[in-house]
């Protein structure tokens, strides 16, 4: 991982890159315009080109471009399938072969973060990591009381690759601004890299799942790895077994799907109410089944915090456009901040933008599937179609973005279940502000 800092300069150079590719076709749009093309359809094949190069250079570097890259997904609803696909497939791929730091690494980070003496806590500890990821991996052993835990180990040099990483990254927010009208991108990426620093110290997700460990603790439907000892640089926490959630997603009977897919949303909606946390990353690898039937939620290095729970203003704003309340809905979005003051919006056609979205929560039951994810996708991401121009206008709140993923990427992860299920319910359960 010595190869983080080494490559520096040449990652920073793949980054400046971004924005002088968007100047120069933005010189080649002019010329097409000067050729008699129409401004819209020259401006739709420009957010197109633009979004291609942006996710292909951060899908091609690892580190904070990566994790960046990756967040920057929540915006996915807005682009078009054939960029968003092979931007994720290199992102899977360069995950998976993210490759193991060397024993001897492994050994000192353990040293620095648990003391000279480390192999003392531990029964056993085993040199092949068991998992990797972007800035770190895990490793199984057995704690000196007997108990098998994870540990999890940030790669050296890690951090100021991420920040470095990150400082060059947020000069994308012009070029951003440039893809998505409507959102006040500087001030995005900005959240996003606050954000995404945090995931550095492991303290701060220590403190995270500590919080999820007690509120959830001895409950019959969820299993939350409790702490075990938390460095700036090194997670030790009990080990979790259990069926991972893309088993259930690829080889799940129609009944345990259903199920499961109940206890992720139950679970992702009460987390601001009996935690004061939002688990904010709903990807189906942090999530299994164990063996006793529970749903086991694993990474807590991402989260949001509500110490009231969830702010009201969600749930009036699902109301409003349940009931077609169009005019009021569109003054609660500006208020919110997601339609920003200079942005001109129908209050009907965003209605109808937003109406499919929201019928999970318009009928008793409802059954999530690929075949729905897709024309909800197909029909915002066709340039030809009312729908692509009004989600160009909406805007992110930085106060929301967390909210904005986990509400995105949990849909995504419901399609992929293919499962159905009384979701309203849950709504009116955990959503403040959803019956007023």
Known sequence: MSELPRKAISRAARLASLPLGAASRATLDFGKRLGGQSSELVSAEAQRRTAEQV????????????????????????LPEELIGPYRDTLTRLQEAAPPMPTSTVHEVLEENL??????????????????????????????????????????????????????????????????????????VEELHDRMLEELD??????????????YDGDDEFAVPRLVHGAQHVLV???????????IISTGTQEERD??????????????????????????????????????????????????????????????????ET?????????????????DVD????????????????HETFHFNRAWMREQFN????????????????????????VHRVWLGGIGVLSQLDCEGPFRAEFERWVPGFHS
């Open 115 to 188: 003391g000279r003496h480390w192999q003392k806590l531990f029964v056993s500890f085993d040199d092949d990591p068991a998992a990797a990821a972007s800035i770190g991996q895990v490793h199984r052993a057995v704690w000196h009381d007997g108990r098998d835990v994870a540990v999890k180990i940030q790669y050296p040099g890690a951090d100021d690759a991420l920040r470095s990483d990150l400082n060059q990254v947020s000069r994308l927010g012009r070029t951003i601004g440039s893809m998505f009208p409507g959102i006040d991108a500087k001030a995005l």
């Open 379 to 402: 029909r915002i991401n066709d340039p030809r179609r009312p729908g692509y121009t009004i989600g160009l206008k909406l805007n992110v709140p930085p106060a929301y973005l967390l």
């Open 347 to 362: 209050p009907q056609g965003l209605y109808e933008y937003l109406a499919p979205f929201l019928e999970p929560a318009r």
């Open 259 to 324: 199920r499961v897919g109940l206890l992720y949303v139950r679970f992702l909606f009460s987390g601001p109410e009996r935690a004061g946390l939002l688990h904010a990353d709903p990807h189906p690898g942090n999530y299994r089944i164990t063996p006793d039937g529970r749903l086991g939620v694993l990474d807590y290095g991402a989260v949001a915090r509500f110490p009231e729970g969830l702010p009201s203003s969600i749930g009036r704003l699902i109301r409003r456009a349940l009931d077609g």
């Open 55 to 78: 996710f292909k250079v951060l899908g091609e570097l690892k580190g904070g471009a990566m994790k960046f890259g990756q967040t920057l997904s929540v915006l996915e609803s807005a």
């Open 237 to 247: 926490s009990e080990w979790l077994d259990g069926t991972p959630l893309s088993e």
């Open 327 to 343: 005019d009021e809905m569109l003054e609660g979005l500006r208020e919110e901040g997601f339609v920003r003051p200079h942005i």
């Open 202 to 215: 492991y303290r701060l997700e220590a403190d995270a799942q500590e919080g999820f460990a007690h509120a």
